[in-house]
């Protein structure tokens, strides 16, 4: 429109998923609460392209591998959302994958992807494989471009491939949206924020690490995300020090490897071999735990779908916030926790495994029911009812597989720890332990409720620090959210290989300033010590608003327009370094209006609401999914009755 005319404005700061979702679900309420007559025009503003956004952009690596099966990825709402507006069903990255192979119809807006290696990688997948990255960002592109084609005539959207860097504006008026590349700023009604996951600079420890590594000549890269690595100066057969061993880890291993020309080579057994290039780093890798994530499965249910949430689901989180007490996650919710996982690992293990289980299911679901997760009585029941230990849930061998053994040389951990991956990747693989899907399953659904529980503001400062944020984040990714099996195989080879040595749990990492090396060190291999000339975080930068990277945070941070998430309790204040927002809308809380910012919003990974995945699994009832749509019709209902159109704020495009 020309300047001066009045329209309704919403800038949306990124353009990533979760900004897409946001659209998607803008364009889905649009027909019920957004005047037909009225004009909306958006602008989202991120450097990266819109759909996929920085994360999931295509120029990266066709090594980078996405860790769910293409049939568990959508980012469409389903009969399972819980939500007010109007579900619009949508294809999974593998139905709408299927079009441009001829084996399913073809999704409109209809258009092949350009690059010819992506185009056909989706001819040829199948529902159970891992998709690279870059299938995912096509995938992305296309929901964007669909989000597009689905609004009304009278919302537009202008993409401005630039970056946000300060808001201003006061909260009963307009706001100014200020860009890197223009000197005249956006003005909007309202503002979202949505730019997703946010690097932030070292911490402490990393800055003296660096230092360290610049006084001697050494390599050392600080959390980060692992298409933004530059590897370049890792020298051939150079020892590298890598701590985690995660998703990030997995990646970073692929880039060291075969990134660098090493190929792998299937023997007769299925077994890989590893076949060097020369060009390759040693990698030492080791981290709390001492072993790789949980592969993920790759088989379907084998019998019906759990009925969940069935223990921990919003009448049993009503009910410990009835209590009116501080709550403590192990002591208070995770026996729930624990109970609803196991009913989604034992529904399973009893529907589709009968022959390995003594009681009739109505039996057992009738006594398991009744009792609490760690009474002895339910360790008598699983016991009596499965026979055999490998199909039972024992959470503690899990967490700690590691715990108590010390090894009296490398060598002898190696095979131990090759071993170990060897049997996880084959039982994640045969379907004959479907339970652990089940299981799987249950660990998404209580995944859906935390945020319930945060919201309700009992659990201590300690709890959520210790607990929360630390040990359940960490065990569920260690359960859930690990690699694919062929990666894993991968490791295997790379171990036999030489190319990869394994240190263990608890590692400890040090320098040495007389030899300038980094030194790692830990209880599985006592009185081991490695020295190393390099040393790489391997895991992803935590969100951090003292640290951010982002500079429209940066700007509100510092001029007291924002506020990090701060619990407090008797004994404990944690500040978790995420931006505070009400839980009921996503208002960012403005310190210096004592409380929300009636024009600014936040959502997704930067947020205290912890709903950090913009895409999900089908039929899941995504967390992100429902709060994308109760903020949209929010901000429909805003911008149509809220503001008058005297109001409105005046185009400047």
Known sequence: MSAGSSAAVLVVVGAGPRATGLLERIGANAPELWDGEGELRIHLIDPHPPGPGRIWRDEQSALLRMNSMAEDVTMF???????????????????????????????????????????????????????????????????????????????????????????????????????????????????????????????????????????????????????????????????????????????????????????????????????????????????????????????????PRPPLPRHFGPDAVDALLAEGRPLDLRRDVWPLMAKEIGFGHYHELFHAHPERTALPWPDFIAAYDRLDWYADAMADLVAAAVPDPADRLDFEALDHPLDGLAFPAPDAFQEHLRDRIAGDVARREDPEFSADLGAFLALLSIYGQLPRLMAGGRLTARSVAEQLDGWWHGFFSFLASGPPGFRLRQLLALSRAGVVRFLGAGIRIGTDETTGTFTAAGPTLPGHTLHATALIEAYLPRHSLDRTEDPLLRDLHRAGALTEEVIAGPTHTHRSGLLAVSAADGHVLDPSLGGTHPRRIALGAPTNSRAVAAFARPRTNAPAFRQNDAVARALLCALSSQFPKGEMATSTM
């Open 77 to 303: 709402t389903d009969e399972s959302s819980t939500i007010d507006g109007p579900v619009r069903p949508g294809p999974s990255l593998a139905e709408w994958a299927a079009q441009f192979s001829g084996r399913g119809p073809r999704h409109a807006p209809h258009a092949e992807p350009a690059d010819p290696e992506v185009l056909a990688e989706l001819r040829s997948l199948a529902g159970t494989d891992f998709p690279t990255r870059r299938a995912q960002s096509a995938y992305l592109d296309w929901v964007f471009r669909r989000a597009l084609a689905q609004l009304p005539p009278t919302v537009t959207v202008e993409w401005h491939r630039t970056t946000a860097t300060a808001v201003t504006g006061p909260p009963d008026g307009p706001q100014y949206v200020h860009l890197a590349d223009r000197a005249t700023p956006l003005t909007a009604d309202l503002v979202v924020l949505a730019q997703g996951h946010i690097g932030s600079t070292p911490a402490a420890e990393h800055r003296d690490h660096a230092a360290f590594a610049r006084r001697h000549g050494r390599f050392h890269l600080p959390p980060e995300f692992s298409a933004d690595a530059d590897l370049s100066a890792l020298q051939p057969g150079e020892h590298v020090v890598l701590r985690g061993f995660g998703l990030a880890f997995i990646d970073l291993m692929a880039l060291l490897t075969e990134g660098r020309g090493g190929t792998y080579r299937t023997e007769a057994d299925g077994s890989l071999t590893y076949l060097p290039s020369g060009r390759e780093p040693v990698l030492h890798v080791g981290s709390r735990r001492g072993v790789p994530y949980h592969s993920k499965t790759r088989y379907r249910l084998q019998g």
